[in-house]
């Protein structure tokens, strides 16, 4: 709520505070309210003001947040309105000679002509003091000092302020409506007791919102380098799915639901043998044989191809199909030459799958191979994993005859593993 009356502050302010509005109420001795981005000066007294096309030296450099834009230090290089004003400084100044705001409680500084820029007053007071003479003669300046801290304390630093509407006459919808919404806003802090808010606990508050939005920032930009990352991938991907027939731009078509169910093994290439009908004359355990060339993906051993027909028939098929989502894959550019895919999927546990699920005992194809048992225990039960993978697959496409194929295949498979 507060930050709310905030924002609303800075937008009435660049409506009021134009040199049209404000310069007829720049009289001798009309007290402001000075501030810059880095520190509030306090009220001032107003001695004089011009228009000038520079910054003079002594003049604050910083201009408020609200004021520290583009817009206006174009319009400070083009013309500016410089009002000189008496403000309570410390009494030494910085080793470069800059001034330095003083706290007018204490009365540890002094009164002191400094010329800043319109776009640093925030507040004109309703106040004009009357008493200024010579500001040249220190008996006159200790005079008119005396009388501005006799003021502070008066009204407690607190100084009437001067209304847009009624005091200065500005005719605005707009001014209208944002200080209604002000009034608004500060009657709801009035009513739900928040304006006893200490200082320390608004601060924190602005810490831990500027924290929680430098969080969101950083989130964002991760996302963005995730997505940039993966994003050429994704849209490869999708575009060699779309020409498989896995899935089209609306929606996943009957291979893309079966290649879901499968994770053990290449999925694209274990769904286009399912739906190739390459299974429906084989035997079961020439199909475990040659789905275990998605399994054994290691370095190619010394083995050499199985002599059984129908294996190396099946690995021809498996091949063929591999091949053509190889080429669509290079095609597509997606980051894999085509023997690299190809030559992914070996054919060296062929031969001692097939003996396995025909009845051979685990020493007697430990014989007939140089795999180690590890590895052979490993893909076997890999290869149990993509047979009932693939048995739900076949359950969804309704294929009766690779169904009983599979089962028969996962008894077989089970057997002492």
Known sequence: LKKGVEDIGLEIRRLVFTPEHVLPYFAVGRLVHVMDKEADWGWGIVVNFTRKRIVPR??????????????????????????????????????????????????????????VVLQMIGEIS????????????????????????????????????????????????????????????EEKIK???????????????KELDALKKRVKVLKAEIHQGTKMAFHDTLISMQRVLRRLEFCDLNSVLPKGKVACEISAGDELLATEMLFSGMF???????????????IYTEKKSDEEMSKNGDLVAGFSQMRQIAERIGKIRTEIS????????????????????????????????????????????????????????????????????????????????????
Request: hydrophobic share 40%; charged share 30%.
């Open 58 to 115: 002594k003049s604050v450099q910083n201009f408020p947040p609200e004021a520290n834009t583009e817009e206006n230090a174009s319009q400070l290089r083009e013309e500016s309105v410089v009002v000189d004003i008496l403000l309570y400084v410390q009494k030494k100044t910085t080793r470069d000679g800059a001034l330095q705001p003083a706290a007018a409680s204490q009365g540890n500084g002094a009164l002191s002509v400094v010329p």
């Open 126 to 185: 309703k106040i004009k003091m009357k008493t200024l003479t010579n500001l040249k003669e220190p008996e006159s300046v200790a005079r008119t000092e005396r009388l501005y801290l006799e003021l502070m304390k008066r009204f407690n630093f607190q100084l009437p302020l001067m209304d847009p509407v009624e005091d200065m006459e500005i005719e605005d919808a707009r001014l209208n409506s944002l200080l209604g919404n002000k009034a608004e806003l």
């Open 191 to 205: 009513s739900e007791g928040l304006e006893n808010i200490e200082p320390d606990e608004i601060q924190k508050f």
């Open 280 to 294: 429906n004359s084989m035997k079961p355990s020439v199909i475990a044989g040659v789905l275990s060339c998605l």
């Open 334 to 417: 997606v980051s894999e030459k085509l023997d690299e895919y190809v030559n992914r999927f070996k054919p060296d546990m062929m031969e001692i799958t097939l003996q396995w699920c025909n009845g051979a005992s685990f020493g007697e194809i430990c014989k007939a191979t140089e795999i180690y048992e590890g590895t052979i225990i490993r893909c076997f039960r890999r290869l149990d994993e993509l047979i009932k993978e693939l048995l739900s697959a076949a359950k969804i496409i309704g294929n009766t005859q690779i169904i009983e194929k599979l089962t028969e295949i996962e008894k077989s498979m089970k057997r002492d593993i």
